[in-house]
């Protein structure tokens, strides 16, 4: 921030502090550019773009970042080996003429009173650039030393201490411990950030140079902006440091909310399930809507804030576009009453989400980091942030693409006289209330905090907006990440609180249907920071578990649930008599096979088709099945069913990947080539990621039969050779699905033809289309019928062999 500095102020400056005993590295010229300048960096605009993002001009850190500042991240630098250190300038946005330098202690004997002058080792005599007080120029690198591991390097600042001719104390001396500093209130007297940066092996250091407890302050903390580089970088502590902020696509409001409570596993998986086969996503910013605050009532019937409400129209720099991204598919199937959803974007960059549900009687059931971590995401931290001042929890996630996203969640109680914001790491300690709950994620925190303080701005304005105070909000052993396989649950622990044993306790069923089982364990951790252990689990199909290390006040809740086995049907096309699901792992599993747990049997009354589905891993989690070459399965049924492979992005559920198989009343034993599944266009599989397996019943859409399908033992793996590997497999029968349609109906062919006539007549014998059409690989003929009449119709076909078939269809 440009300044005018009064003249009076540099007067006093050089009558007082004339003389001083700070050290130097080396002599200076007039400007007080360091005559010891190392070999120039090329500072590079993506740098000053990094900088500019980080630490924005006039974007005060408090509102926009506070997490730099209130979230307990270093301020001083941590040395753990030996190490050359340098500092190179990068830019400068003050008025005043200032003046960084150094001092260092052992880390086992920590720096309790502030440095004197005679401690500090001036490194920049004059913290400006050519043309603006001084002679600096971006890239401009010193060699501040060679330094032991143990080694803490402070930092300081002297606010306008070059007086045009030598280092003087300055108007105030500004020191990266805030103890140090002049402010009377801590909330006050950080002055300094360091940011990592270790995609380019550096940490940015940024200054604010002006008391922060007068109205001149501007709080944006890049007064003089500086990066740390070590030989070797690995030298430099940075798992306490807070990260530059980036720009990466997070995930869409739409899909979040599902992340926790095992009871829903089968209607979320289910819900996925409908997803796919009717194209019901609203996370892709083309099949959105722009979100326009005006067009949303501000109050519900009960004269309260509505959830649209607490939403801005723009971002964290005013040129953000939101789009209105609401899961409907959540209600009935969580505890939510409401629900809305928001993506902002810029340009076409996600670059923020939230996601606001109302709830009656309880919070809502589902936090962002409750499961997601064991569903390939990591959770890279946790901590408490002020904002507003509200205690507000702050989760740093990695997620399965890599992208990092950072997320604040809370929940309003709102009553008659006031708005109470509760923020507890579990669900359980929420007390019984109405809420309203918001989840806030993005690539940065100042887009996540741009949200959030609209949203608190809202809240305070139609009631007063409090927070209760409580210690120990977050545990402080709490597990990273986590995979469950072939019964052993593997979780990464981070220990921050040198805990020596972790107690494990938790629910669990060993399938989809069973009871609830206890379990408990106990494991011993070590001293590191981050740890892997093994719990040995058996096959289950979900655990919810708690782990609480001996050194932390608050344990951390989980829940994991394997991919689900589920039925989904038309109720006015069949009809379950039963549906059980056993145990099923093998107990020795070989390299290069993976085992889809569980055996699952349905039968009933079938008119139509009844899928019997499977998500292979938890939640949206996708498996890597390039090194498989086979689906391999036990199974007999007294209908056609087709196997369809659900894979990475498919939207389209006429495009599916399947196989038929016909009727097959004997347990026999399957192995289905990758290769072999194909779509209506005749492409096959080509190593995409796999979400799911489907086995889809046929009935013949004429009367109900009973049916029955068993399915089990299936794995990924080799081609069983010993086993019946199949081709295409043929019916009896032509059928049609789905049947009734609206629009467009598949049509299987029992034998392969290369070409066909197809007529298809209605009741009155009038013939609504007579084509010629080319079977796909797997017999199929996808026929559309738009505009036709509902009722019923006749489809004949006839093959280029001459063989004819009929069935009947319905229009709804």
């Not at 120029?137 to 330094?147: E, L, T, Y």
């Not at 104390?169 to 360091?194: I, K, T």
């Not at 907006?465 to 909000?473: G, K, P, Q």
């Amino acid at each position: 921030m440009k300044r005018i500095v009064l003249i009076a102020a540099l007067l006093c400056n050089v009558l007082l502090f004339g003389q001083n005993n700070y050290q130097f590295l080396g002599t200076y010229d007039s400007q007080g550019v360091p005559d010891y300048l190392e070999e120039d960096d090329v500072v590079s605009q993506a740098t000053l773009d990094l900088v500019s993002n980080s630490l924005p001009e006039g974007y005060p850190v408090p509102v926009y970042n506070p997490h730099y500042i209130t979230a307990g991240y270093d301020t001083d630098l941590t040395l753990v080996d030996s190490a050359e250190v340098y500092v190179t300038f990068v830019k400068e946005g003050a008025g005043y003429k200032n003046v960084l330098g150094f001092y260092t202690y052992d880390l086992s004997n920590p720096q309790i009173t502030t440095p004197q002058p005679e401690d500090i080792t001036i490194v920049f005599p004059n913290v400006s650039e050519g043309g603006s007080g001084g002679g600096l120029s971006a890239g401009n690198k010193v060699k501040i030393g060679n330094f032991p591991a143990g080694t803490g390097i402070g930092w300081v600042l002297l606010a306008n201490g070059w007086n045009n001719v030598e280092v003087t104390p300055g108007q105030w001396q500004l020191f990266s411990n805030p103890n140090f500093n002049p402010e009377s209130d801590p909330a006050l007297q950080h002055h300094n950030v360091l940011l990592a940066d270790p995609e380019n092996q550096r940490v940015l250091l940024g200054f604010e140079d002006i008391r922060r407890d007068y109205s001149s302050c501007d709080n944006d903390f890049n007064d003089a902006i500086f990066y740390i580089t070590a030989n070797p970088f690995t030298a430099m502590r940075i798992g306490n440091i807070a990260d530059v902020n980036s720009a990466a696509d997070v995930s869409s409001g739409n899909d979040g909310g599902l992340e926790s409570n095992g009871d829903l596993a089968n209607l979320i998986a289910k819900r996925n399930f409908k997803r796919v086969q009717n194209n019901l996503f609203l996370n892709k910013k083309q099949s959105q809507s722009q979100f326009v605050s005006a067009n949303f009532a501000y109050r519900n019937g009960n004269n309260q804030l509505s959830v649209e409400a607490l939403f801005p129209d723009t971002g964290m720099f005013g040129t953000e576009v939101p789009y209105v991204s609401s899961p409907e598919d959540l209600l009935g199937i969580t505890n939510a009453d409401e629900v809305f959803s928001i993506d902002y974007y810029s340009g076409d960059n996600r670059v923020a989400a939230a996601l606001a549900t109302k709830t009656t009687g309880n919070v809502y059931d589902h936090s962002k980091v409750i499961c997601d971590r064991l569903n390939g995401s990591s959770l890279e931290d946790v901590r408490t942030i002020q904002l507003q001042g509200h205690e507000i929890i702050m989760v740093k996630l990695k997620r399965t693409n890599g992208v990092m996203e950072y997320a604040l969640s809370f929940s309003v109680e709102q009553t008659e006289t006031e708005n109470i914001l509760h923020s507890y790491w579990n669900i359980g300690q929420y007390p019984e209330a109405n809420y309203l709950n918001l989840q806030v994620w993005g690539a940065n925190m100042g887009q996540v905090c741009s949200i959030v303080n609209h949203a608190l701005a809202q809240l305070d304005g139609e009631n007063t907006l409090v927070s209760d105070a409580i210690e120990n909000r977050i545990p402080s052993v709490f597990v990273k990440n986590g995979t469950y396989k072939n019964g052993m649950l593997n979780l990464e622990i981070v220990n921050k609180s040198m805990a020596t044993t972790l107690n494990f306790e938790g629910n669990k069923k060993v399938t989809e249907l069973a009871e609830m089982e206890n379990f408990t364990q106990q494991i011993p951790l070590s001293l590191e920071y981050t740890q892997s252990v093994a719990v040995e689990v058996g096959g289950i199909f979900d655990i919810g578990f708690s782990v609480n290390a001996n050194t932390s006040e608050r344990p951390d809740g989980l829940y994991l649930a394997d991919g689900p086995w589920g039925i989904d049907y038309n109720t006015q096309e069949t009809v379950i008599n039963n549906f059980e699901i056993a145990e099923y792992m093998p107990e020795a599993i070989g390299n290069g096979v993976y085992a889809v747990e569980r055996n699952p049997s349905v039968s009933g009354e079938l008119f139509g088709t009844m899928n019997l589905f499977r998500n292979i891993l938890a939640g949206e989690l996708l498996l890597d099945a390039s090194e498989y070459e086979a689906v391999n399965f036990t199974m007999n049924n007294t209908h056609n069913v087709e196997v369809v492979l659900i894979t990475e992005g498919l939207t389209d559920w006429n495009n599916r990947l399947r196989f038929q198989i016909p009727v097959n009343t004997s347990n026999e034993e399957f192995s289905i080539p990758f290769s072999s599944f194909t779509n209506p266009d005749g492409d096959s599989y080509n190593n995409e990621k796999v979400k799911g397996l489907v086995f889809s019943v046929m009935g013949s859409y004429t009367s109900f039969e009973s049916f029955s399908i068993n399915v089990s033992s299936v794995t990924f793996g080799a081609i069983a050779l010993s086993n019946k590997t199949f081709t295409t497999q043929l019916g009896s029968k032509m059928y049609n699905y789905p049947n009734p349609f609206n629009g467009s109906t598949t049509v299987v062919l029992p034998v392969t033809s290369a070409k066909v006539a197809l007529q298809m007549i209605d009741m009155t014998g009038r013939t609504l289309i007579n084509k010629e059409y080319t079977p796909d690989a797997s017999n199929s003929i996808s026929v559309k019928a738009e505009g036709l009449p509902k009722g019923i119709y006749i489809i004949n076909v006839k093959t280029e062999e001459g063989k004819t078939y009929n069935t009947r269809c319905v229009v709804e």
